[in-house]
């Protein structure tokens, strides 16, 4: 007799088992390929960041040149002490130094080397303390960008002079003067107490950072209790209706629009129409509002949608009003993401320059507003500006000014980040 084999049935597993291990290998790859993702933005986002650093870790600093003033009675009349040859007393302190250079030329390329902001700050000396007149002291003052830009290695000694702007003669003179131990690099307040500048070491970003700081305060002032009033009431006492659908969609569609349209507006509405000022911060204010109110009606909305329904349910019940129920205890617990919304709104038009361009705040503004009818510039504005000059050291102080902006921009967000898990309530 044949002997008959009984075969094993087909389980579960060994039909889903091919299949699961395929999966497993497949979601093993999705994962790798979102890990070299994060990987590749974060180099992207260090190389980025470095390269800023880089090319503007030096515009914190600045060379100067030790000269021997002489503060000569028959230069300085003391009658017109505003409107004296100050100038002419850095150039006889540096030829003192070269007693040998005769030629005009040769002169001409000397006084070069000394930054044209030394006569200011010898005539703020002189101004504030008359009398220095007549005696001879020793000061620390500004060099040129060309010579900044040499001894900071930004300018190469081996190109041939013809491809450089400095000559030779100069780099001999610069070479003697640092073996005599006249020049060495100093912290650069400059940067940070002046306002723009055609020379670039006497360049600042104090009238950006002030016009900038304006400008938020009317954005401030003007976007955050609207869009806050506007959440609320769309929230909670806006029927449902076609009207109000129309106006949901419409913010909605605001916050995606791009940036520059507000400046159009802007420039159509407040100053064509309302003549007010143009290149200021109240104007410039006028229009970041404009761009951030959608931002902070949608996270305002989002936020009271986040308080429970019992709170309101609980204040009515103990004989609260609407309004009551809303000020004293929706609006409290709604305020920590609304303030979030908020700071990001804020950041978000620290950032902008598209519509501020649009509205004059692109002109060249040396003196530092003082109101906010001034004419101003903006941090973004001034970096703009700076990466549109031609001069080698415009190019340090561009990137320094962005590690200032987005030194601002982290800490901003930082405090958003901080006040969303200090004061948030999870229910």
Same mark, same amino acid.
């Given at each position: 007799?044949?002997k008959?084999?009984?075969?094993?049935?087909?389980?579960?597993?060994?039909?889903?088992?091919? /299949?699961?291990?395929r999966?497993?290998r497949?979601?093993?790859? !999705?994962? &790798?390929?979102?890990?070299?993702a994060?990987?590749a933005s974060? +180099?992207?986002?260090?190389?980025?960041f =470095?390269?800023?650093? #880089?090319?503007?870790w030096?515009?914190f600093?600045?060379?100067? @040149? &030790?000269?021997?003033?002489?503060?000569?009675?028959?230069? &300085?009349?003391?009658d017109?002490l505003?409107?004296?040859? $100050?100038g002419?007393?850095?150039k006889? +302190?540096?030829?003192?130094l070269f007693?040998?250079?005769k030629?005009?030329?040769?002169?001409?390329?000397? #006084?070069k080397?000394?930054?044209?902001?030394?006569?200011f700050?010898?005539?703020?000396m002189?101004?504030?303390d008359p009398?220095i007149?007549g005696?001879?002291?020793s000061?620390w003052l500004?060099a040129?960008?060309?010579m900044d830009?040499?001894?900071?290695? #930004?300018?190469?000694?081996d190109?041939p002079e013809s491809?450089?702007?400095?000559t030779?003669k100069?780099?001999?003179w610069?070479?003697?003067?640092?073996a /005599?131990?006249r020049l060495?690099r100093?912290?650069n307040?400059? !940067?940070?107490t002046?306002?723009d500048s055609?020379?670039?070491e006497?360049?600042?970003?104090?009238?950006?950072v002030?016009g900038? !700081?304006?400008t938020l305060?009317v954005?401030?002032?003007?976007?955050f209790?609207i869009?806050?009033?506007t959440?609320v #009431?769309l929230?909670?006492?806006?029927?449902?209706?076609?009207?109000?659908?129309?106006i949901?969609v419409?913010?909605?569609?605001?916050?995606?629009?791009?940036s520059?349209v507000?400046?159009?507006l802007g420039?159509?509405v407040?100053?064509n !129409?309302? =003549? &007010?000022?143009?290149?200021?911060?109240?104007?410039g204010g006028?229009v970041l509002?404009?761009?951030t109110l959608?931002?902070?009606?949608?996270a305002?909305r989002a936020?009271?949608?986040a308080v429970?329904?019992?709170?309101?349910e609980?204040?009515?019940?103990?004989?609260a009003?609407?309004?009551?129920t809303?000020v004293h205890?929706v609006?409290?617990?709604?305020?920590?993401?609304m303030?979030t919304?908020t700071?990001?709104g804020?950041?978000q038009?620290? /950032?902008?320059t598209?519509?501020l361009?649009?509205?004059?705040m692109?002109a060249f503004i040396?003196?530092v507003p003082h109101?906010?009818?001034d004419?101003?510039t903006?941090l973004?504005?001034?970096? $703009?500006?700076w990466?549109?000059?031609?001069?080698?050291?415009?190019v340090e102080r561009?990137?320094?000014?962005?590690?200032?902006?987005?030194?601002?921009l982290i800490l901003?967000?930082g405090?958003a @980040?901080?006040l969303r898990?200090k004061f948030?309530?999870r229910?």
């Amino acid at each position: 007799m044949k002997k008959i084999s009984a075969t094993r049935p087909i389980s579960t597993m060994d039909r889903v088992g091919p /299949g699961l291990a395929r999966r497993y290998r497949k979601e093993h790859r !999705f994962r &790798l390929m979102g890990l070299a993702a994060i990987i590749a933005s974060i +180099s992207f986002l260090l190389l980025l960041f =470095g390269s800023i650093i #880089y090319n503007g870790w030096s515009a914190f600093s600045r060379v100067e @040149i &030790l000269l021997d003033v002489t503060f000569d009675t028959l230069t &300085l009349d003391v009658d017109s002490l505003e409107t004296a040859n $100050y100038g002419g007393l850095v150039k006889s +302190s540096i030829r003192e130094l070269f007693p040998a250079i005769k030629g005009r030329h040769d002169k001409k390329n000397l #006084y070069k080397l000394v930054s044209s902001g030394a006569a200011f700050e010898l005539q703020k000396m002189v101004m504030n303390d008359p009398s220095i007149i007549g005696t001879t002291v020793s000061l620390w003052l500004p060099a040129d960008d060309e010579m900044d830009m040499l001894l900071k290695g #930004y300018i190469s000694r081996d190109v041939p002079e013809s491809e450089r702007r400095m000559t030779d003669k100069q780099i001999v003179w610069i070479d003697q003067l640092v073996a /005599g131990k006249r020049l060495h690099r100093s912290f650069n307040s400059t !940067f940070f107490t002046a306002g723009d500048s055609r020379e670039p070491e006497l360049a600042g970003i104090r009238g950006a950072v002030t016009g900038s !700081f304006f400008t938020l305060m009317v954005t401030l002032a003007l976007s955050f209790p609207i869009g806050v009033a506007t959440a609320v #009431y769309l929230e909670e006492f806006a029927p449902q209706n076609r009207w109000t659908d129309s106006i949901e969609v419409n913010i909605n569609n605001l916050a995606a629009v791009p940036s520059i349209v507000f400046g159009l507006l802007g420039l159509a509405v407040f100053l064509n !129409f309302f =003549g &007010l000022p143009r290149s200021a911060p109240l104007v410039g204010g006028l229009v970041l509002s404009l761009m951030t109110l959608p931002t902070i009606i949608i996270a305002s909305r989002a936020s009271l949608k986040a308080v429970p329904p019992s709170i309101r349910e609980a204040a009515l019940g103990v004989g609260a009003s609407k309004m009551q129920t809303i000020v004293h205890h929706v609006l409290p617990l709604a305020m920590p993401g609304m303030m979030t919304g908020t700071i990001i709104g804020m950041s978000q038009a620290l /950032g902008e320059t598209a519509p501020l361009l649009m509205i004059g705040m692109v002109a060249f503004i040396v003196d530092v507003p003082h109101s906010m009818t001034d004419p101003a510039t903006v941090l973004p504005v001034q970096i $703009y500006l700076w990466a549109d000059s031609p001069e080698r050291a415009f190019v340090e102080r561009t990137s320094a000014a962005i590690m200032v902006l987005l030194t601002l921009l982290i800490l901003m967000n930082g405090v958003a @980040i901080f006040l969303r898990r200090k004061f948030e309530r999870r229910w």
